[in-house]
């Protein structure tokens, strides 16, 4: 694929990716809410929370790679940003589908629909793995890495 090309439709799946997994953090976080177990929300619970807590700061951090500033290697950025929406997605699916338990893995359940779309689109372009490894291997040949962020 043409590097141009994956920067234009890389940027469209990331944003696919990281609503997807707002989304099914939104879905998990009210069923941790209205889900009652020995007497109390299963959101007072540690591990629940923890999950939750998990894959927003997964989210936020994809996020954050859509705001760096890409001009000297849009292409960099974008492959970057994906790999790193492909994992947040894949993390929110993981922990969402736990904290619902067994109704998450059900056709009942709305985070199905999610579940799957984020799957084939972490694959679609690459997987988040693929994608950091190329991003690393480019630097590597490259020999220097570009700065992407002021701090």
Known sequence: MHLERFHVEGLGHTSYLIG????????????ALDRVQFGKPIASFQAVRHRLAETLVSIQGAEATLTLPGE????????LATAAAGKAALTAAKHCQQV????GFTEEHDLQHYVKRVLVLDGLLGSSKELTRKAGAGLRARGSAPRLANL
């Open 72 to 79: 000297d290697n849009p292409d960099l950025t974008a492959l």
């Open 100 to 103: 619902l338990g067994g109704i």
């Open 20 to 31: 997807s997994a707002r989304t099914m953090l939104s879905l998990a976080r009210q069923y």
